[in-house]
């Protein structure tokens, strides 16, 4: 059984940043392909970030691209999302998701596990 659990949101202010981390369990850590989306209110959930961690390959968003780093860390099977100059519109829920088919996709249907989602609030 996958398990996916997320840490590490909070309130910030603009320019600030944060980490969060993705904690996984059930399988094997290097055969997966891991991600971050996040979603607002009365918005649609949208990709962040992935990352496979077998060879380090990575995909950003081009909003968040230049401002936040996905990386993973084997030996703690986790996976980090590091968040700077944060504005305002990225006040979301992030969640992570994962894949073992080692796939970097966008679209959060090709993710069948998933993390119950952290609050990420940035005031202006």
């Known amino acids: 059984q996958v398990q996916l659990v997320e840490s590490g949101g909070g309130l910030v202010q603009a320019g600030d940043s944060l980490r969060l981390a993705c904690a996984t369990s059930?399988?094997?850590?290097?055969?997966?392909?891991m991600a971050w989306f996040r979603q607002a209110p009365g918005k649609e959930r949208e990709f962040v970030a992935a990352?496979?961690?077998?060879?380090?390959?990575?995909d950003y968003a081009d909003s968040v691209k230049g401002r936040f780093t996905i990386s993973g860390d084997n030996a703690r099977n986790t996976v980090y999302l590091q968040m700077n100059s944060l504005k305002a519109e990225d006040t979301a829920v992030y969640y992570c998701?994962?894949?073992?088919?080692?796939?970097?996709?966008?679209?959060?249907?090709?993710?069948?596990?998933w993390g119950q989602g952290t609050q990420v609030t940035v005031s202006s």
């Open positions: 059930g399988r094997t850590f290097s055969s997966c392909a």
């Open positions: 998701a994962a894949e073992y088919r080692r796939f970097l996709r966008r679209t959060p249907g090709e993710y069948p596990y």
């Open positions: 990352i496979r961690p077998s060879d380090d390959s990575k």
